[in-house]
């Protein structure tokens, strides 16, 4: 599934992206806030994953053009702790689930309006984040009552859950 995965744009303008991606990092960066930035591409995601391994609080939200290649590269961000691809439409649980899969100290994920998840990816979340605090997932459409019941077999510190405006739960 990954290998269709570029390194480069749609523009051919891999180089310079990779430049102002570069100058973003630094290795004591801890938290990055790119919300809204719509010119962030997955090859963006992939050079700041790269370089900035120390990251802890990563948002995304708004950032239209990541899909799963891209967010598949946060996973090597192993002290995440904060994860925000909300409205982030291109986003499935592929691209989700190696990032909870390898991110095991995620406390805070946020993915609102992100319509292409399901109840597996809220199952994933469930059984890989053991110390999620908070999972706000409103307006992510699929989800049914199966979400609910997944978690609350497996999220023992869940404090703040976020599933307004799913009209599958009842």
């Known amino acids: 599934y990954f290998g269709e995965c570029s390194t480069e744009n749609s523009q051919g303008s891999g180089q310079r992206e990779e430049s102002k991606a570069e100058s973003l990092c630094a290795t004591s960066l801890t938290n990055i806030n790119l919300s809204l930035c719509t010119e962030i591409t997955d090859n963006s995601l992939k050079i700041i994953s790269k370089r900035c391994l120390n990251l802890q609080e990563v948002n995304f939200a708004g950032c239209d053009k990541i899909t799963d290649c891209g967010a598949s590269a946060l996973a090597v961000l ?18 989700v689930q190696k990032i909870i899969r390898s991110c095991k100290d995620l406390s805070k ?29 409103s307006g992510c459409h699929q989800l049914t009552d199966q979400a609910c019941i997944s978690l609350s077999g497996s999220a023992s510190k869940l404090k703040i859950l976020y599933i307004s405006y799913c009209a599958k739960i009842s």
């Not at 909300?86 to 691209?95: A, E, K, T, V």
């Not at 399901?118 to 984040?129: A, S």
Request: net charge positive.
């Open 109 to 137: 994920i946020r993915l609102f309006s992100c319509t292409r998840l399901t109840d597996k990816t809220v199952l994933e979340i469930g059984r890989n984040c053991r110390n999620l605090v908070s999972l706000k997932m």
């Open 78 to 95: 192993s002290k995440l702790r904060l994860l925000d691809l909300s409205w982030c439409s291109q986003l499935s649980h592929y691209g």
